[in-house]
């Protein structure tokens, strides 16, 4: 049974998302690798913007993992703190859920996590948005990640 509450946040999100491309929105795709599991990974991103410098990016990861399945689902938020004539660097923090199943052992786990962003990217006349970022997840599975991304 759902409550006023839940429905008032389904209402509001799809709100937000529905005015958000109006605003500013891209979408991304990103690659490069969990450092501690020594694995790549490839993902997808939406990115919107809530004000000025600041910008929502909800986002997925699948990590290439032999006899698993790791993705990571991420709500994070971040700041463009700096920016010159064509680079922009922007710091950020957020949510995260991070699904590990065993192929073989019928063993899963979703675990939350803390994301810590840090990230630059590179304006082009092609409105396609190059960038490098870091981010350290706090968790269950704690991580470095490093990667490249593109936005369009």
């Known amino acids: 049974m759902h409550s006023k509450g839940t429905h008032r946040i389904v209402l509001t999100a799809i709100l937000v998302l529905s005015f958000a491309p109006a605003v500013y929105s891209q979408l991304g795709v990103r690659a490069g690798s ?3 599991l020594d694995e790549l990974f490839i993902g997808g991103e939406y990115l919107t913007a809530l004000g000025p410098r600041t910008y929502l990016n909800p986002n997925i990861e699948y990590v290439f ?5 790791f993705l990571s689902f ?4 971040h700041y463009d703190f700096y920016q010159s004539n ?3 660097m922007w710091a950020g923090g957020g949510l995260g859920m991070q699904y590990l199943d065993y192929d073989r052992i019928n063993d899963s786990s979703t675990e939350a996590a803390v994301n ?3 990230g630059l990217g590179f304006e082009t006349q092609s409105h396609i948005i190059p960038y490098v970022q870091g981010k350290m ?8 990640v490093l990667g490249i991304g593109i936005r369009f």
């Not at 993992?65 to 399945?69: C, D, F, G, K, Y």
């Not at 991420?74 to 938020?77: A, S």
């Not at 997840?137 to 470095?144: N, R, S, T």
């Open 65 to 69: 993992l032999e006899n698993a399945t």
């Open 34 to 36: 969990y450092t501690d």
């Open 137 to 144: 997840i706090l968790g269950d599975y704690d991580d470095l």
């Open 86 to 88: 064509n680079a922009f």
């Open 74 to 77: 991420n709500m994070d938020l």
């Open 116 to 118: 810590l962003l840090l």
